[in-house]
């Protein structure tokens, strides 16, 4: 007779990773119930006790108003839990292959903490089977417990969109899943208690995994297309966002742009799905096609750049170049993957001087991560070209002139996002 579900009156929740997808979730549940927020980064259990998050993503007053959210990075805490979910990251390594340790790692962390009856529900984005085939297993090895007959697990991949005010937790819609019957219908409960927008139960964990994944693989691939487009336009002198306008006056035309695609999702989940399916013997094409499309952007601007600086007579080698924007995205400080960095590569190949100025990075990060050193204040009229790279608020405030101003007279400014007025830069994607 399998192990009864926690009783709804007396749920106790562990969320495994307090990152971007994982204080939300610990703030919105200790809202509701009593929650243990950990994470194996001491540094980050510190700042949130301060009710500090240096993601931006929650306010001290947010984070108060969970009251019965307790942050720690110890492991024995967990130990009156019956409901882990596990919200740690899904990367890639330098091959380019799911790098699962962290999964693992949280894993073990459940399996040491589970008791009968208890719920392990993984948020992390994996490929179709992962929770079943790596995470229940280690939690079996770990706990003694058998799946489905002592304990029960589900997945509920998450949607949020680091740096969006508007697309919050409690009003995406959210998928669910659970292992049996049974513990689907908890989870969906569990998660339908905290998340106004509603939810939708898919039919299995291998399902709901792989409705997560093709979501972004979608957007990798849509991107990738009109990247394509960017880059055959590019080479007839057509404007491709003239383009763009003009096409999605029809009904069906799907609004993508092109750019850099950076972030630990969009640009590394279509891997885990890519993975899985070589692992079984099937070889994609169009999703690796889009990838490489999507990954040699950076040089691209890089390369359109330097043909510009040549066009005007300037010298490249020794010549000085301002990126405005290091983060993966506009109005947020997350560098993770960000493709800013093969701009950068790419320049420097050609013994350009590149300096770097985002006011939303933390430059001690940049520097960790990157072995770049942001600039605090660029100089004007210094450089010799001036790249808008990430729309950020306050260069959008800048303007065209504000920005060109960091130049030297006759600069090139060279607009990746287009956010500046066509006619005044001198290239753009
Ligand atoms: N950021 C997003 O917008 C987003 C959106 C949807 C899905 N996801 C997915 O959610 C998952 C988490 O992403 P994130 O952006 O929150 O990552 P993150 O890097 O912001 O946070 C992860 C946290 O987990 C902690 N951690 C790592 N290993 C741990 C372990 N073994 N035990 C406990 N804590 C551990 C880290 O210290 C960090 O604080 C990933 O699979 C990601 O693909 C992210």
Redesign the pocket.
Known sequence: MPAPLPDRNDIRIAI????????PLAAAFGRKYPTVG????AA?VDELRRHHDH?LEMSEEELKASTRLACSADPADLKDCNVFIV????PIDDYKRPDLR?LE??SR?VGRAIARGGVAIF????YPGATEEICVPIIERESGLTFNENFSAGYS??????GDKEHRLETILKVTSGSTPEAADFVDALYASIITAGTHKASGIRVAEAA?VIENTQRDVNIALINELALIFGRMGIDTHEVLEAAGTKWNFLPFRPGLVG???IG??PYYLTHKAQQIGYHPEVILAGRRINDSMGGHVAQRVVKLMQQRGLQTSGAKVLILGLAFKENCP?L?NTRVTDIIDELRTYRVDVDVHDPWVSPAQASHEYGISPVAEPQAGHYDAVILAVAHREFIALGADGVRAFGKPGAVLFDVKRALPRDRVDGCL
Not at 16 to 23: E, M, T, W
Not at 38 to 41: G, K, P, S, T, V
Not at 157 to 162: A, F, V, Y
């Open positions: 495994i990773g307090l990152g971007y997808v994982g204080l950990f994470d194996i980064d980050r993601t919200t740690v990251p899904t962290p790692s949280a962390t948020e992390s984005t994996v991949p998450e949607r949020i969109n680091p997560k972030g630990h999702c590394v989940d997350d993770r």
